[in-house]
Nanobody, 125 residues
Framework: VQLVESGGGLVQSGGSLRLSCAHS????????IAWFRQSPGKEREGVSC????????YYADSVKDRFTISSDSAKNTVYLQMDRLKPEDTAVYFC???????????????????WGQGTQVTVSS
């Protein structure tokens, strides 16, 4: 299994970025792709998640109505569109895969079977 994130960078507060997670080698039909973020001094936070089964999604309250997760099955890529970014969104963003997930929820997406290498997002004030 491989997960490769891209699209991070430096953006001003209020701006937008789109992260990509290209995945390959997932051996199951039921799984979810999730985005987590980690910044110094803070706990790792599950940001969003999408199930492969029917595309249902989960968002943390901190990003709801600002971030949008989507999937392009033809490209084996999951996107995280991040709008109205805030300085507190600054973090390293990781995509992960959780096997056996049919419905994406905060609980089902919490488990991470594989991780990508992460991509840095920095939002300046």
């Amino acid at each position: 299994v491989q997960l490769v994130e891209s699209g991070g960078g430096l953006v001003q507060s209020g701006g937008s970025l789109r992260l990509s997670c290209a995945h390959s080698g997932i051996p199951f039909d039921d799984y979810a792709i999730a985005w987590f973020r980690q910044s110094p001094g803070k706990e790792r936070e599950g940001v969003s998640c999408i199930s492969r089964n029917d595309g249902n999604t989960y968002y943390a309250d901190s990003v709801k109505d600002r971030f949008t997760i989507s999937s392009d099955s033809a490209k084996n890529t999951v996107y995280l569109q991040m709008d109205r970014l805030k300085p507190e969104d600054t973090a390293v963003y990781f995509c992960t895969v959780a096997f056996g997930v049919v419905i994406a929820t905060s609980d089902t997406c919490r488990r991470s079977d594989y991780w990508g290498q992460g991509t840095q997002v920095t939002v300046s004030s």
